[in-house]
T-cell receptor, first 114, second 115 residues
Framework: GDSVTQTEGPVTVSESESLIINCTYS????????LFWYVRYPGEGLQLLLK?????QKGSSRGFEATYNKETTSFHLQKASVQESDSAVYYC???????????FGRGTRLQVYA | DPKIIQKPKYLVAVTGSEKILICEQY?????MYWYRQSAKKPLEFMFS???????DNQTASSRFQPQSSKKNHLDLQITALKPDDSATYFC??????????????FGHGTKLSVL
C-alpha cells in the first residue's frame, strides 16, 4: 500500500536557524499523487500548510517550501529561518484515488527555542 | 472559533461498552470523514461521507458505524469496545467538486481510552 516516511522527531532548532524535515513516499495506488504538508499548532486542529499536485513544482506558505520530486519520491519541507511560533507537529501526506483519503506520515514535532 | 466541533475531548470507556463520538462542521462542506491515530502510528483514514451517504469505508470492523443525522453531522458509534480501540479520533471535512482540491479541515479530536 501507500506509505509516507518522515523525519522522526522531536527536532529542536534555535530561532533564525534553517530547517529541513525530510519526507519520502511510496505510492502504489496512484502514479502521481498529490502531496501535502499539514501542521498542528499547540491547542489547535490539524491544518493544511501547503500542497503540490504537479511533479517538479514547488509549494510555499508562511516561509515554508516543499518541492515535489518524483525521481527521488520526496517532498522535503524547508524553511530558511524558523521562528518560535513555528513550533508545532508537521505531517507529510499523499492523496490517494479515494476522495478525502490521505496517507499520512507519523508527524515530526518541531521545537524552536529563542 | 473552531469550525469543526468534536465532543467529547476525552473519553474513557470499559471493554465491551459502546460509545458515540460526536462531530459537527460549520464550514458548509458537503463531505465529512473520520480518521484515527493510535499511539505511535500515523493518522489512518476510516470513512468518508458525502451528502449523508457512505462513499468509502477503509475499516474492517463493523463495530465502527458512522451516523449522519444531518448533513453537517457525522457521528461515530463504536460498539463492543476493545483496548486496541484506544486512539485519538479525528473528524474532517472538505468541499467536493472543487476541481479535485483535497484540502481537508480537521477537528481537534476525541481521545478515547478503553480500559
Amino acid at each position: 500500500g501507500d506509505s509516507v516516511t518522515q523525519t522522526e522527531g522531536p527536532v529542536t532548532v534555535s530561532e533564525s536557524e534553517s530547517l529541513i524535515i525530510n519526507c519520502t513516499y511510496s505510492a502504489t495506488s496512484i502514479a502521481y499523487p498529490n502531496l501535502f504538508w499539514y501542521v498542528r499548532y499547540p491547542g489547535e486542529g490539524l491544518q493544511l500548510l501547503l500542497k503540490v499536485i504537479t511533479a517538479g513544482q514547488k509549494g510555499s506558505s508562511r516561509g515554508f517550501e516543499a518541492t515535489y520530486n518524483k525521481e527521488t519520491t520526496s517532498f522535503h519541507l524547508q524553511k530558511a529561518s524558523v521562528q518560535e511560533s513555528d513550533s508545532a507537529v508537521y505531517y507529510c501526506a499523499l492523496g490517494t484515488q479515494v476522495v478525502g483519503q490521505l496517507t499520512f506520515g507519523r508527524g515530526t514535532r518541531l521545537q524552536v527555542y529563542a | 472559533d473552531p469550525k469543526i466541533i468534536q465532543k467529547p475531548k476525552y473519553l474513557v470507556a470499559v471493554t465491551g461498552s459502546e460509545k458515540i463520538l460526536i462531530c459537527e462542521q460549520y464550514l458548509g462542506h458537503n463531505a465529512m470523514y473520520w480518521y484515527r491515530q493510535s499511539a505511535k502510528k500515523p493518522l489512518e483514514f476510516m470513512f468518508s461521507y458525502s451528502y449523508q451517504k457512505l462513499m468509502d469505508n477503509q475499516t474492517a470492523s463493523s463495530r465502527f458505524q458512522p451516523q449522519s443525522s444531518k448533513k453537517n453531522h457525522l457521528d461515530l458509534q463504536i460498539t463492543a469496545l476493545k483496548p486496541d480501540d484506544s486512539a485519538t479520533y479525528f473528524c474532517a471535512s472538505s468541499q467536493l467538486g472543487t476541481g479535485g482540491d483535497e484540502r481537508l479541515f480537521f477537528g481537534h479530536g476525541t481521545k478515547l481510552s478503553v480500559l
